[in-house]
């Protein structure tokens, strides 16, 4: 089965770090691009970053940039996003996605069933 | 960045109704790389069409998806029970990706 399992949310003070997780399996890793998304509570989908198949093509929502970074392993079929300088408004619900494809250009047929993110003091 | 605007907000229909979904985008949409997803309470977002008309795998034929340019349209052609959620268009063909603000289906 294809999956993927986000990990690491929780809540944490503004300011502070977290780095999320997502552990893929069921189909051949390297082979496909990685997103994260993110969704405000009650509120709709904002793209937060990628990274292609080989770590080579990183792109970052300007929201973010500067603040998050994302790399993968692909011997441990794994992403992360490391979340630097969080504020209030990152709090939300984080989705990785696979992409149909190996670089930027393509939709996202599957989807982690997220991690929560709490920014509060 | 472009912004792709959904309309209406809300549709409120039947089942066995037929559902005519809006997204436009503010500038033409590269390739025609148009997405659009399902979302449920509760659940991640599936992906139900891209490249504007390309259903994607295990999905029903009663969606379908039309459009190219700036103007795209989610077609349902007789809504299930299970049909009632919010859709959300995303187009792919640009950096950022963007997301439409979304189509809330309900009876």
């Known amino acids: 089965e294809v999956q993927l399992v986000e990990s690491g949310g929780g809540l944490v003070q503004p300011g502070r770090s977290l780095r999320l997780s997502c552990a893929a399996s069921g189909f051949k890793f390297d082979d496909y691009a990685i997103h994260w998304v993110r969704q405000a509570p009650g509120k709709g989908l904002e793209w937060v970053s990628y990274i292609n198949w080989n770590s080579r093509d990183i792109l970052y929502a300007d929201s973010v940039k500067g603040r998050f970074t994302i790399s993968r392993d692909n011997a441990r079929n794994s992403v992360s996003l490391q979340m630097d300088s969080l504020g209030s408004e990152d709090t939300a619900l984080y989705y990785c996605?696979?992409?149909?494809?190996?670089?930027?250009?393509?939709?996202?047929?599957?989807w982690g069933q997220g991690t929560v993110v709490s920014v509060s003091s | 960045e472009i912004v792709l605007t959904q309309s209406p907000g809300t549709l409120s229909l039947s089942p066995g109704e037929r559902a005519t979904l809006s997204c436009r985008a503010s500038q033409n949409v590269r390739y025609n790389y148009l997405a659009w997803y399902q979302q449920k309470p509760g659940q991640a977002p599936r992906l139900l069409v891209y490249?504007?008309?390309s259903r994607a795998t295990g999905i029903p034929d009663r969606f379908s998806g039309t459009g190219s340019g700036t103007d795209f349209t989610l077609t349902i052609s007789r809504l299930a029970p299970e049909d009632f959620a919010v859709y959300y268009c995303q187009q792919y063909g640009s950096s950022p990706v963007t997301f439409g603000g979304g189509t809330k289906v309900e009876i």
């Open positions: 996605a696979k992409g149909r494809g190996s670089s930027f250009r393509d939709s996202f047929d599957v």
């Open positions: 490249s504007a008309s």
